[in-house]
């Protein structure tokens, strides 16, 4: 798609309306307006229409608690008053009945803009690239009330103007207006807006600032789903784009649903009465948008071992991090409609909450999993009295079974610590680190603690190695800590170390040919919900995911291996709104940057895998794996 949209507000706009309007070369020589808006309206590209740009529309802003000031604040770039004449003045109001002395035009319009334009040095926003359009809705007798408008805007000189200020706010006139051969009435720094229907010609075009339709015109759509006549939508929008315009449709709905689909088709100008919630909707946008380049290969599981009666030998727990199901669903759309993880025919759903609230943190999520009880947030493996409970881990410690734990985030955050420490506050990171050296663990792996970072005599602990980046082989009690480059977002370049440690954790603990619990944490999916960032979550996700297929291989060749993949709790209340899983585009919207009490997988794979089928609460998970092991 050959896109136009701000081509009236640079230097593109005369060679566009010359290709348009005089037969111009801008498309091609033979190229002749009614083609030109062919080619817009039929090569429209879906993927390039969620390129475009957009911006928002303060509708009826007068009824506002604060007139012009909320949607100014609120980045709104078009603000929409409706007026009419009364005594030679400009009054603002939605109908003759509101009318009050104070709410002028000037004072509650021009007058503001103007104070903060010169604060601004002579821009309409603080940021010089953004322009500012406002729209008076003339509500009667627009040949009397014109005049007078046009008095009141040039006392203030250049600021309105912008045939002669690149920086000016421009003002559209909408609602009473002339058509569009009567345009020439009036000074050419006054634009208007256009309708899809009308024709123009060159000094037309020229004084038109954008085009507007009612959206009833077009459909009965009420803003759930996907509208119906998109056709009919893609046309008007095509229109305006054929004459280098932007476009807006009025009778809107306002939610983040409709705000997307008209995004999705192309619409600039996206009509709010809620310009607080719009705002914070595109302001997110760019970070609840995401398209992948190249999907990843899933692995087709053979499903030799899968839900037999054996018991099972090694276990293989894998910890997504605040991976709620519509991360797994975020991501599967952004590969192409399949994960790894979403091969495994065994699915549960676990509930999170924590003892002392519904919402759970890592530590009391993650130690209701590894302990099977519940414990207050913060608490790490420990009940309400401070009393140490035993791991998972510990247990089979206990049964001479091999364990490590393995983190692409701090070795002493939550969810790694609740296998081999207790702790009733999460951040004693030193006391928890010291605690790995009393436990019956083999290994952990993961990020330095920042408190270490800065000891410089830090002796360790007798006994025990302390690595850097690599598990020895060889064998003995060990600490492994990842350097920094290793712990960068995916996003950000880091390598697939998640999945080579797990292998290499897999090969160190199977050295003695004992049973083996390995524990692998993907911690930066949590990271990306807090930061409401898809394109982190996303990536971290099928970077997971990547580790469950070696997961899975592992199990595909023993048949006493069960594997686990779950998460915590849910973080950042991700809700889908959009997506298109053949370019792998997803659009998201985040309801908060927590964590939430959603629901979250739990996928079963290999020896006694039927064991995770159903709905249950987290602290299941712990008693079901020592079921397993029976």
């Not at 065994?346 to 909450?353: N, P």
């Not at 990842?482 to 995916?490: A, M, N, Q, Y």
Request: aromatic share 10%; charged share 20%.
């Amino acid at each position: 798609m050959v896109s136009l949209k701000g081509a009236i507000y640079n230097k593109w706009s005369v060679l566009l309306i010359a290709a348009c309007l005089c037969g111009g070369p801008l498309f091609s020589k033979a190229q002749t307006l009614n083609e030109k808006f062919e080619q817009l309206m039929f090569n429209r590209d879906k993927g390039q229409l969620n390129k475009s740009v957009y911006a928002g529309h303060s509708h009826n802003d007068y009824w506002q608690a604060q007139p012009l000031y909320t949607a100014y604040y609120a980045g709104m770039e078009s603000i929409e008053a409706d007026v009419f004449l009364r005594n030679g003045k400009l009054m603002v109001a939605h109908d003759a009945k509101e009318i009050k002395n104070e709410r002028t035009l000037n004072a509650l319009y021009l007058e503001p803009l103007v104070a903060l334009y010169r604060k601004n040095g002579h821009t309409a926003f603080t940021d010089s690239t953004k322009h500012l359009q406002l729209l008076i809705d003339i509500k009667e007798d627009y040949k009397r009330l014109l005049p007078i408008l046009v008095k009141e805007v040039e006392q203030y000189g250049d600021i309105f103007n912008p045939i002669k200020n690149p920086n000016a706010i421009k003002v559209i006139v909408t609602g009473g207006r002339p058509s569009p051969e009567g345009f020439k009435n009036y000074p050419k720094w006054l634009f208007f807006d256009g309708e899809v229907n009308w024709t123009y010609d060159a000094v037309s075009l020229a004084q038109t600032g954008l085009i507007s339709a009612d959206l009833k015109d077009y459909t009965d759509w009420n803003g759930k789903g996907l509208p119906e006549n998109i056709p009919a939508i893609e046309k008007a929008v095509a229109k305006a784009d054929s004459l280098g315009l932007r476009f807006r449709f009025y009778g809107t709905h306002d939610s983040p649903n409709a705000w997307q689909q008209l995004i999705n088709q192309g619409v600039y100008w996206i009509n709010t009465d809620q310009p607080k919630s719009l705002e914070l909707f595109l302001d997110q946008r760019a970070r609840s948008s995401f398209q992948l380049d190249k999907p990843h290969d899933v692995y087709k599981p053979s499903f030799q071992y899968d839900a037999k009666d054996r018991q099972v030998k090694r276990i293989l727990l894998l910890v997504g991090d605040g991976m709620g199901l519509a991360a797994v669903k975020a991501a599967t759309l952004a590969n192409g409609g399949s994960l790894n993880m979403t091969q495994i025919k065994t699915v549960g759903l676990s509930q999170t909450e924590a003892l002392n609230a519904d919402n759970t943190d890592s530590a009391a999520g993650g130690s209701a999993i590894a302990t099977g009880q519940k414990v207050n947030n913060r608490a790490i493996s420990v009940d309400a009295h401070g009393q140490g409970l035993p791991s998972v881990a510990a247990v089979l410690a206990d049964k001479g079974w091999k364990t490590g734990v393995i983190s692409v985030g701090d070795v002493t955050d939550a969810t790694p610590a609740v296998f081999y420490a207790h702790q009733q506050e999460r951040n004693e990171s030193e006391s928890i680190l010291g605690q790995f050296a009393q436990s019956k663990m083999d290994f952990i792996l993961g990020g330095k603690p920042d408190w270490l970072k800065k000891e410089n005599n830090w002796k360790g602990y007798a006994g025990i190695s302390v690595l850097d980046n690599t598990i020895d082989q060889a064998g003995g009690k060990q600490i492994v800590f990842l350097s920094d480059e290793f712990l960068k977002p995916v996003k950000d370049g880091r390598p697939a170390i998640l999945t080579k440690t797990m292998l290499d954790g897999v090969k160190f603990l199977s050295r003695e040919n004992k049973p083996y619990f390995l524990m692998a944490e993907s911690a930066q999916i949590d990271y990306a919900g807090h930061a409401n960032d898809l394109k982190y979550s996303i990536m971290e996700t099928l970077d997971f995911d990547n580790t469950i297929a070696e997961a899975l291989r592992l199990a595909d060749q023993d048949p006493e291996m069960l594997v686990i993949v779950t998460a915590d709790h849910e973080t950042g209340g991700l809700t889908l709104l959009d997506s298109d899983r053949k370019s792998g585009r997803v659009v998201v919207n985040f309801s908060s940057n927590d964590h939430t009490n959603a629901f979250v997988p739990v996928f079963a794979y290999g020896a006694r895998s039927f064991l995770f089928q159903g709905v249950y609460d987290n602290t299941a998970i712990f008693h079901k794996l020592l079921e397993a092991v029976k």
